[in-house]
């Protein structure tokens, strides 16, 4: 079995926003005291079950950047890019009604979109292709 790196600019971009969901599901599944660092947290007071939870996280984006990456079709990446999106709202909604305005929650918004624009404007056509 031969590993699928696209040719396509459009798709390319689509596939790298997928690479890095994968890598950031991995950091958070393999270290996650550093990644609720990260997050804001302090981590002194999490049990074992908010650990779970944490790598649980973790572990669904490292799935669905995988799943992007492998199967590399259209309905793969609209998985990834609605999810992240939906991510993405959520943090927003965060940030105006939980008095989370701050210069890394904005950080990782702007994260968050990125990732998940980049594939739903491949999926959907926006991403011109550059002829060669």
Same mark, same amino acid.
């Given at each position: 079995?031969?590993?699928?790196?696209?040719?396509?600019?459009?798709?390319?971009?689509?596939?790298i926003a997928s690479a890095l969901?994968?890598?950031?599901?991995?950091?958070? =599944?393999? @270290?996650? /005291?550093?990644?609720?660092?990260?997050a804001g947290f302090s981590v002194g007071g999490i049990t074992g079950d908010g650990y779970g939870s944490v790598r649980s996280t973790g572990g669904l984006?490292?799935? =669905?950047? @995988?799943? /992007?990456i492998l199967l590399a079709q259209n309905w793969t990446y609209l998985a990834l890019g609605a999810s992240l999106s939906a991510a993405a709202i959520g943090r927003l909604l965060s940030m105006l009604f939980d008095r989370g305005l701050?210069?890394?929650?904005?950080?990782?918004?702007?994260?968050?979109?990125a990732l998940g624009a980049l594939p739903?404007?491949?999926?959907?056509?926006?991403?011109?292709?550059v002829a060669g």
């Open positions: 079995m031969d590993f699928y790196f696209p040719t396509e600019l459009p798709e390319r971009i689509a596939f969901t994968a890598i950031i599901g991995l950091f958070i =599944l393999l @270290l996650p /005291a550093q990644s609720l660092r990260i984006y490292l799935g =669905l950047g @995988l799943c /992007a701050s210069p890394r929650n904005f950080a990782l918004l702007l994260l968050q979109v739903l404007a491949y999926v959907f056509g926006y991403i011109p292709s």
